[in-house]
């Protein structure tokens, strides 16, 4: 167990809806970040929080938002939803800033129909 | 520049012997190399991770190997297990980017008893 909860496990939705991913943290990490996992495209890097402020962005596009609370949980949200949306979100969390993500959750899988 | 290569794309083992799994990249300026292991229905976790001032780290049966001058690193398995049957992603990043991990495509490994 990694310790870091995503919910919910499977989210089955329709194109141009809007859908929000939660990630907890594990214990005491002050880092939160957010993958895309895809079969064409691999593990992708979206973004990441650190202590609920903006810390890198990757390949995160303009319908993707995500924020970190005070109590350190992070929401992806996902708007306009397409097909090409459809993969596993994972979040994965370290305790330093400028660190690397050593726990991963085991990941939110979207289908958008 | 910013990709990861890796091969094979899937790798059958028998149980006891070495399983090697090889990563090129291109982009001079990656100082961190890690290496995560990834079950069905699990996100990756952190296996080993490598910088580039060492050649070689091993821990337990797993060891990263480090050619700075081919940009080119590698995981063996050593007396790889059935247990140990899972994919496996190489990954890279520079100081620069934090958190923007840049993964290899995946290695599949089945290590047949």
């Known amino acids: 167990d990694s310790g870091v909860t995503q919910t919910p496990k499977h989210l089955i939705t329709a194109t141009g809806q809007r859908v929000t991913l939660r990630c907890s943290p594990r214990s005491g990490d002050l880092s939160v970040y957010w993958y895309q996992q895809s079969l064409d495209q691999g593990l992708q890097f979206l973004i990441q929080?650190?202590?609920?402020?903006?810390?890198a962005k990757g390949n995160i596009l303009e319908r993707f938002s995500a924020q970190q609370f005070p109590d350190l949980h992070s929401e992806l949200n996902l708007s306009s939803l397409e097909l090409g949306d459809s993969a596993l979100y994972f979040c994965?969390?370290?305790?330093?800033?400028?660190?690397?993500?050593?726990?991963f959750g085991d990941g939110t899988r979207l289908s958008i129909l | 520049q910013q990709q990861v290569k890796q091969s094979p794309q899937s790798l059958i083992v028998q149980k006891g012997g070495i399983s090697i799994i090889n990563c090129a990249y291109e982009n001079t300026a990656f100082d961190y190399f890690p290496w995560y292991q990834q079950f069905p229905g699990k996100g990756p976790a952190l296996l080993i991770a490598i910088r580039p001032d060492v050649s070689e780290k091993k821990e337990g049966r797993f060891t990263i190997s480090f050619n700075k001058s081919a940009k080119q690193f590698s995981l063996h398995i050593m007396d790889s297990q059935p247990g140990d049957s899972a994919t496996y992603f190489c990954?890279?990043?520079?100081?620069?980017?934090?958190?923007?991990?840049?993964f290899g495509q995946g290695t599949t490994l089945q290590v047949k008893p």
């Open positions: 994965a969390s370290s305790v330093d800033r400028d660190g690397q993500p050593q726990h």
């Open positions: 929080y650190y202590n609920g402020e903006e810390r």
């Open positions: 990954a890279a990043s520079d100081s620069s980017n934090t958190g923007k991990l840049i």
